[in-house]
């Protein structure tokens, strides 16, 4: 085999990939990635000519031998798709691969070729040369003992140089001062969403949707108005809000200094607000960017509202798999926007796009929840909180030109939404408590109310989606406390707890549901981007995968008679309620006009679901077998949540319900609601609930701490 010369591409690198051509390996930002024969040779075709059309003929030589007898065309069409796939790629508006109709195809995207040097130790240019002489004998030469003798002067002049500028620096230059993170506020409650005013000295804060100004250096508050996060302007004399219900929002701007408020603009969210959401200043003032949509549009872009005209227009359009766009912040100069672009349940990234006009960009590739982003004030980098690669949220800075993530040295667990302050000495961000428990009461079969409710699983941390087996004798409920949500198991009781999986970094652990004979659990679990079903057994080992799309799939309930595992699925585009055979196979989609989690009736005839994810949704039910769906529950707000907040029983369904803030029963008989329980506090009920088999018992989920402080980190360094 010939060898190839030290000047040959070893590397080619474009943007954050990597093409390794003698291993035939595609990595992006250092990370694997799979990429079949075919499409990969067209990826090395096209790199050995950036910038010049490869002809479709000239693939077909490629890749199938004369005598191959194939679809060419369907062929080429496929590979250049799935190497589009592999890059994150558009045909219609193209970062790497272009289509040249009819002809072929071209790399325009800069491509460095990069060889291995055995004398540099590294990469280095591709063009380099490896022990290059003058072409004329004797001319440089230099003897080996004059070049030993060389070589300790110039080790001597180095050393000599560097204890001196080290020693002159230490005088000019005393040691940078110690960051310190300390709390900037402590109210009962959450304070969240802090900005810092254009000049440094003040922060603006959200608590009890009230939003707040506080002088750095002082412990008294001054309530502005009521809204969500604020907006400082440039010159600091207004702060502009997304305030808005259920069924209107709108963007009003706010003296900073009090005063007459005035209502901007109406956005089109209808019935979709989410009761939150970040609006923006440009560094000029004359514009702000936001969340919202076209009249009879469903998805979200971004917009840009001008402050002289008030007239808005569209910045960012939808992608055809958005969920949603939120979070846009300007650069400091004034030409890029941040934003931040969700494809579905929990899968989120930072995108990037020039004012001027042209295509997005991605930045970060995790898939993970973002909770708040802003830029440093040199622009170089945008800081943003991410459970990237762990089970809690912390802070992480990404480079604006690329590449991966690094953890901030400060920010603990559970740090949100981030703030730099105009000179970048100072950062805010909110640190959330976070603590859910289990709680018991009697059931619908105890003869009457018994007592006040147990709290009977509990920890510091999050204890949720409890189960009891089908004997009544155990409990399966997912918990934080190890670090990720995992999947637990303990008496019914609330003794002997032991747990089940070991999912780690993942969003993993979810929605546990046991099989009518007692030996396996459903559960969902998150890996890298998508959420998927697998079941592990009641006893521990390893978690078999039964979901293998590039889809969510989550809140996983078995059939009656074990042979089926019902989840919800958005493959098709929106959520639906789908069923597998429970040992694997082939998956049947089994409502047509929306539904998330599912649960059949005892007798096995009746399927009970959700519409959506909405957090207050709607119960219906359809027969098994097939037929028309109607509501199940008249007039009853289900308090969602990615979750099952309903079990059904033979005679009837308990569920909270979210408008009454209780814990109801529905009698199949004399389809009456009676209330079991009200709720304790401000929290919610967390979500699932479970009835014993015997009926004496009901496990709900009760939000015990839900709180937030902003912490103030003096003396910043990024």
Known sequence: MVQPTPSSPRIIRFGIFELDPRAGELRKLGMKVKLQEQPFEVLVMLLERPGEVVTREEIQQKLWPADTFVDFEHGINAAVKRLREALDDSADNPRFVETLARRGYRFIYPVAAMSSSPVGGGDVAATATVGAGSGRSGEGKIFPYKSVLLGLVVIVLVTAGAVWYRSSRSVSNPPLPVMKTIPFTSFPGREVDAGFSPDGKQVAFVHLQEIYLQIIGTDSPVRLTRGGSPAWSPD???????????????????????????????????????????????????????????LGEKQFSIFLLSIATLKPHRLVSPSALDFYVDQPRFSPEGKTLAFVRSGGFAVQDIYLVSLAGGEPWRLTFDGRWIWGLNWTPDGKYILYSSDRNRGTDCLWKVPVSGGEPERLPVGEDNAYGPAISPDGRRLAYSQ??????????????????????????????????????????????????????????????????????????????????????????????????????????????????????????????????????????????????????????????????????????????????????????????????????????????????????????????????????????????????????????????????????????????????NEEDIMLVENFRW
């Open 236 to 294: 600091g004399r207004h702060i502009a809000v997304i305030r808005g219900t259920q069924d209107k929002a709108e963007i009003y701007l706010i003296p900073a200094l009090g005063g007459p408020e005035r209502k901007l603009h109406t956005l089109n969210w209808g019935k979709d607000f989410w009761g939150w959401s970040f609006v923006s200043w440009s560094p000029d003032g004359k514009y702000l960017a936001f969340p919202d949509r076209e």
């Open 432 to 705: 959330k408590y976070w603590e859910t428990n289990i709680y018991r009461i009697a059931g619908p079969c105890s003869g009457g109310l018994a007592g006040t409710p147990l709290k009977l699983i509990s920890s510091s941390r999050a204890q949720t989606a409890p189960q009891y087996s089908p004997d009544g004798r155990k409990i399966a409920f997912v918990s934080n406390r190890t670090g990720s949500y995992e999947v637990w198991v303990c008496d019914s009781d609330g003794s002997n707890t032991m747990q089940l999986t070991s999912m780690g970094g993942t969003l993993g652990g979810g929605n546990p549901h046991w099989s009518p004979d007692g030996r396996e659990i459903a559960f969902d679990a998150r890996g890298e981007r998508n959420s998927d079903i697998y079941v592990i057994s009641s006893d521990g080992g390893p978690p078999r995968r039964l979901t293998t799309d590039p889809s969510h799939e989550m809140v996983p309930t078995w059939s009656h008679d074990g042979r089926w595992i019902y989840f919800a699925s958005n493959r098709t585009g929106s959520w639906q309620v789908w069923k597998m055979p429970a040992k694997g196979g082939r998956a049947v989609q089994v409502t047509q006009h929306g539904g998330f989690a599912a649960l059949e009736s005892v007798d096995g005839n009746s399927l009970y679901y959700s519409k959506s994810l909405d957090v207050l949704g709607s119960l219906w039910k359809v027969p098994v077998g097939g037929g028309e769906e109607e509501p199940a529950i008249p007039a009853a707000k289900l308090y969602t949540d990615l979750m099952v907040p309903w079990a059904v029983l033979e005679d009837g369904i308990c569920f909270n319900n979210e408008e009454t803030r209780a814990l109801e029963f529905f009698d199949f008989a004399t389809r009456r609601i009676t209330r079991k329980a009200s709720r304790e506090g401000s929290g919610p009920w967390g979500g699932t609930i479970s009835v014993s088999p015997d009926g004496r018992w009901i496990l709900y989920c009760q939000v015990d701490r």
